[in-house]
């Protein structure tokens, strides 16, 4: 089975503050992904990840930036923490096949900014 | 850009109704289509996908889906619900240009009273 892990569960993090949400996955995948998930808008793609090194951004990366270091390990940074961004973050993982990929999700990190 | 709408943010049903839950997608080349399914507390996870062929797509735990080009829907359905599939249900859409960006639907949130 594929297993993606995401470092927390549940965040609580001040104004201002840099956050770091770390995820992995045992898979071997080329392509990793961060959505956030909020009531009514489902998810939306911030970020994703096709090879080490390489980024892409998503619909709303404003104020996220990524890094992929190894191939297994994908993090966001919110350099500058805002309300705004209290929200559930969810990490993906997919083979990289193009049409026929299927992403496989972590448990989310509920992200609390006060 | 595409777009996906997930017409119904809430609905409750009793045991033993039937399911319909309406997805409709905006991209008119080829694309491909997901539902995922979230039940409290727990990971996202794939519920079925269509790729191509028949359009009639059957899925985990009694759900299916039938793609219907002409109307750009991929409406999931189940003759008959249970208690159990208490949950938030996404559509999902891949277009053939958008690489390996899913756009997903509002959600659905699904009660089932037993």
Known sequence: DVKVTQSSRYLVKRTGEKVFLECVQDMDHENMFWYRQDPGLGLRLIYFSYDVKMKEKGDIPEGYSVSREKKERFSLILESASTNQTSMYLCASGLGSGSTDTQYFGPGTRLTVL | ?114
């Open chain 2, 1 to 114: 850009a595409q777009s996906v709408s997930q017409h119904n943010h809430h609905v409750i049903l009793s045991e033993a109704a039937s399911l319909e839950l309406g997805c409709n997608y905006s991209y008119g080349g080829t694309v491909n289509l997901f539902w995922y399914v979230q039940y409290p507390g727990q990971h996202l996870q794939l519920l079925l996908k269509y790729f191509s062929g028949d359009p009639l797509v059957k899925g985990i735990k009694g759900f299916e889906a039938e793609f219907i080009k002409s109307k750009f829907s991929f409406n999931l359905r189940k003759p008959s619900v249970q208690w159990s599939d208490t949950a938030e249900y996404f559509c999902a859409a891949l277009a053939g240009n958008a690489g390996n960006m899913l756009t997903f639907g509002g959600g659905t949130r699904l009660m089932v009273k037993p």
